[in-house]
């Protein structure tokens, strides 16, 4: 077989000759027969290629609406008819992959929830051996970019040649104001690893809000992302799964009006190109400074809590003296000089104080 650095698995993409990042909407759960057909119709006019819907749904606790099950796919098959869109579904396990090929669905997707488990990875990998039915994988909810890799690797070793990868971000305990965190590194080094994978970003997971959508999508374009899975639905209030997250089809419709697209290739000056792609990398960095240090605050925080339990002074002065000198040696190791370790980590140890000082007075 070929080896997977060398494979091409953009072909699939390529041959859908889009002038745009490919598009996949719909709802996160296959509600009703009409619910699909209404929504479908509202997309088939509009940038999305294919319609998407859970028919199996992973809920964290039982009694949530857990799918209608395989009475869903032939629903999915009428949108196909009635409005020309490929048709996308999440598979968990080995019964739901033969289903979704049984009812010939274009597309198939592992989630979150299951790409975490090599067991129901390869079992899936093994049902579906050499499909020629695309088959995007999503990162798991942890994030470890090796799990995400396996997982990719398992269906290309049974055969699988029509994979993508689709960043959905990353579960977190730490209080965040995204649903799931991107930690957009991961999705980065997956690509610097198989620069040919396919990468569609998901924002509505990623948010778990409408308001951030557009601006976590002009996020992933510009980090050359090369599609959009976000999830549609024509009444979301009233919707049966992820209601606070799923926009109208006409929304989706401006969000892709106004997102600018800078796909690699469709700069046509190379120097502007490099310049932005740098530019990008420059802003994860960005974001990835201040996610550690917000990290580093709550730590902070917790210390300072310790420190009121047994009525320590907030500063002590030796251990201070200790972080300082440790940094600004490791600092100059890495060609960082004195005098600006010293500035950032006084600064950083000045919010430090002022934050446990609120806690020991409040
Ligand atoms: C979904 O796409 O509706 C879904 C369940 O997503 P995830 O696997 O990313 O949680
Ligand atoms: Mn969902």
């Not at 995007?136 to 070793?157: F, Q, S, Y």
């Not at 308001?211 to 959009?228: K, M, R, Y």
């Amino acid at each position: 077989m070929e080896k997977m650095e060398n494979k091409n698995f953009m072909s699939w993409l390529d041959n859908m000759q889009l002038n745009h990042p490919l598009v996949i909407a719909g709802p996160c759960s296959a509600e009703t027969e009409s619910q699909m057909l209404e929504i479908a119709h509202e997309l088939k006019n509009t940038d999305a290629t294919v319609f998407r819907a859970g028919v199996w749904k992973p809920r964290t606790r039982p009694g949530s609406f857990e799918g209608n099950g395989a009475k869903a796919l032939p629903w999915l098959q009428k949108v196909k008819e009635e409005t020309g869109l490929l048709t996308a579904v999440e598979i968990a396990n080995a019964q739901h992959a033969k289903l979704a090929l049984e009812f010939d669905i274009d597309i198939l997707w592992i989630g979150a929830r299951t790409t975490v488990n090599p067991f129901a990875v390869q079992e899936i990998a093994e049902a579906i051996r050499d499909t020629e039915k695309i088959v995007l994988v999503k990162n798991p909810i942890n994030p470890d970019l090796a799990l995400w890799i396996g997982a990719i690797e398992r269906l290309h070793k049974m055969g699988v040649k029509n994979l993508g990868a689709i960043h959905r971000g990353f579960s977190s305990f730490r209080k965040s104001s995204y649903r799931n965190i991107p930690s957009w590194q991961i999705p980065i080094d997956l690509k610097n690893k198989y620069p040919s994978i396919p990468m569609i970003n998901d924002p509505s997971h990623i948010c778990g809000n409408r308001e951030g959508i557009f601006d976590v999508s002009q996020t992933a374009l510009d980090l050359n992302f090369d599609g959009l899975m976000i999830e549609t639905h024509c009444h979301p209030d009233e919707a049966w799964s992820d209601a606070s997250q799923q926009i109208i089809p006409g929304r989706l419709v401006e969000i892709m009006d106004e997102l600018r697209v800078r796909k690699e290739s469709f700069v046509k000056e190379e120097s502007v190109s490099k310049l932005n792609a740098f530019r990008n990398e420059i802003n994860v960095k960005d974001d990835q400074l201040l996610e550690t240090l917000s990290e580093r605050m709550q730590i902070v925080e917790n210390i300072g809590k310790a420190k009121k339990e047994s009525n320590v002074a907030v500063l002590q002065n030796t251990r201070w003296q200790e972080i300082l000198q440790k940094v600004v040696d490791k600092g100059e190791e890495q060609g960082l000089s004195k005098r600006f370790i010293e500035k950032i980590f006084k600064a950083i140890h000045q919010e430090s104080i002022a934050h446990q000082e609120k806690i020991i007075k409040g």
